[in-house]
């Protein structure tokens, strides 16, 4: 075996975040829009590597910049070694929680964002904590589809998506990371309202104007065939169709729900998102209606009283 192929293929890696950087800085670009660029385009990085390579820096920078959170503190520098940085960022080791809030000071970001699971970073107080709602974001936005994005490349469990119509699971920066999960043994499931259903002209007319995607046909053509062809080539990924009215999106990524409503006279991406953490009554809500709408997806026939009803959930393969 050619030992030196691992090698080729990191500084390939390397050499295409130094691009995607130099794009983002010509652009004036935020840092973590460049780290969710270098995610989506090198899905097998992890995100705290992601993160040294958006801002520039090689390992011996990243350490002396630990050290300079360390002393700002009063605290005797720890001087990590290179060969401990490497085993963070490629996932075979996990520093531990001290080290992890000094890399979010030094990154100006959060544990999770990193790779390192929900935010305790103490800005989610009282009841909102207790509740487990670790984000909020008004509307669908460069934001939240960077949190979806680190959520994503972080995932190791499961992502299982369920909405309207996810027209951004189709484009060229969303789907290759499912196949990139799918293909490392992560199962994906996306559930979409049927094009054809009434349930989907009825939301439509709730729309201020046309949308983009309410013609079904362009949508079966432009979203859904990509989504089942991508479903082909991987495997592990499994497309549904379902017939019934929905007041909102849920995605769920391991041990989190985020959650975008639905409203009235307003288009879907305008509603509110709430991303909730596993443990509470919350999640457990939602939890719930996932497993029930997975429930009918693997019935034979669909089950009373949902049949009576004409509720279907079915595989869609293309």
């Not at 994005?149 to 369920?162: E, H, N, Y």
């Not at 089950?303 to 004409?310: A, F, I, L, Q, V």
Request: glycine residues 8%; contains cysteine; proline residues 6%.
């Amino acid at each position: 075996m050619d030992s030196s192929k691992p090698e080729q293929s990191f500084r390939r890696m390397e050499r295409s975040a130094h691009d995607i950087r130099l794009a983002g800085l010509r652009r004036e670009a935020p840092i973590g829009e460049v780290v969710d660029n270098i995610l989506v385009a090198l899905p097998e990085v992890h995100p705290l590597e992601a993160h040294r390579w958006a801002n520039g820096w090689n390992r011996r920078e990243l350490s002396t910049r630990i050290d300079m959170v360390y002393e700002a503190e009063g605290l005797r520098p720890p001087g990590i070694a290179d060969a401990e940085l490497f085993r963070w960022e490629r996932g075979k080791r996990r520093p531990n929680e001290e080290r992890i809030d000094v890399l979010c000071k030094v990154y100006g970001t959060r544990p999770d964002r990193l790779g390192f699971g929900r935010d305790y970073s103490g800005v989610v107080l009282g009841h909102l904590e207790q509740a487990g709602l670790v984000d909020l974001f008004p509307r669908t936005a460069a934001e939240s589809k960077a949190d979806l994005v680190g959520r994503l490349s972080a995932a190791t469990k499961r992502i299982t998506m369920f909405g309207l119509t996810r027209n951004f699971y189709a484009a060229e920066a969303m789907l290759p990371l499912f196949e990139h999960k799918a293909a490392k043994g992560i199962p994906v499931q996306i559930f979409i309202m049927d094009p054809h259903c009434d349930s989907r002209r009825d939301r439509y007319r709730l729309e201020p104007a046309e949308a983009a995607m309410e013609d079904p046909d362009r949508y079966t053509r432009e979203i859904l065939r990509p989504l089942a062809e991508a479903a082909a080539r991987v495997g592990n990924i499994e497309i549904y169709l379902y017939n019934f009215p929905c007041s909102f999106a849920m995605e769920e990524i391991d041990n989190c729900i985020r959650v975008m409503l639905y409203g009235h006279g307003k288009r879907g991406t305008d509603g509110p998102i709430l991303a909730f953490q596993e443990g509470t009554e919350y999640h457990t809500y939602f939890a719930e209606q996932l497993r029930w709408v997975e429930r009918l997806a693997a019935a034979d026939p669909i089950p009373e009283p949902w049949r009576s009803k004409g509720i279907e959930v079915r595989r869609y393969l293309g």
